[in-house]
T-cell receptor, first 115, second 111 residues
């Protein structure tokens, strides 16, 4: 079983520029999550999709962050414009089921540095 | 709002030792408590998931317990090996219906 794929692995941009991250979940996984992990902290949920609908985006800074999941498969997360405090690892995760007791499968993340 | 705390932030033990990692949470309406492992530069790997109706879960040398009344969970690692070196994170799913993660315990097992 192929894992969750994310790209790029690393990205360096200047503040006020825009950036996009891509995630391909495990085949057949209905639920997809984007997390932000700042160095030394645990991941924080940004947005949760079930198929191609948004379940929870309460912690997504909607003035600069946007995410979509077309056709209920791949997803992209965009930041525009980026701030210094957006420097973090952005992790994508997926689960096979829609219940809360389905284990999460994480990708290796995209490390974003904003200078 | 759920808060999850892990102490200590770092732990170093000699190979072969049995050890316990601690996690405390504030939401008494915990739905499940999950333990993850994170290797440097990698994503998280799910280790154990304890549902609120359960008291413990076991996988190989790992055993996780959940005590809702005290707001605590522990991860027990038996006969530790250098390959167990990683950051271990716990996460609680409670009233907010989303996982809240602790900051992790960085474990180093010395050969």
């Amino acid at each position: 079983e192929a894992g969750v794929a994310q790209s790029p692995r690393y990205k360096i941009i200047e503040k006020r520029q825009s950036v996009a991250f891509w995630c391909n979940p495990i085949s057949g996984h209905a639920t997809l999550y984007w997390y932000q992990q700042i160095l030394g902290q645990g991941p924080k949920l940004l947005i949760q999709f079930q198929n191609n609908g948004v379940v929870d985006d309460s912690q997504l800074p909607k003035d600069r962050f946007s995410a979509e999941r077309l056709k209920g498969v791949d997803s992209t997360l965009k930041i525009q414009p980026a701030k210094l405090e957006d420097s973090a690892v952005y992790l994508c995760a997926s689960t096979a089921g829609t219940g809360r007791n389905s284990p999460l499968h994480f990708g290796n993340g995209t490390r974003l540095t904003v200078t | 709002k759920q808060e999850v705390t892990q102490i200590p932030a770092a732990l170093s033990v000699p190979e072969g030792e049995n050890l316990v990692l601690n996690c405390s949470f504030t939401d008494s309406a915990i739905y499940n408590l999950q333990w993850f492992r994170q290797d440097p530069g990698k994503g998280l790997t799910s280790l154990l998931l304890i549902q609120s109706s359960q008291r413990e879960q076991t996988s190989g040398r790992l055993n996780a317990s959940l005590d809702k009344s005290s707001g605590r969970s522990t991860l027990y690692i038996a006969a530790s090996q250098p390959g167990d070196s990683a950051t271990y994170l716990c996460a609680g799913d409670g009233s907010a219906r989303q996982l809240t993660f602790g900051s992790g315990t960085q474990l180093t097992v010395l050969p």
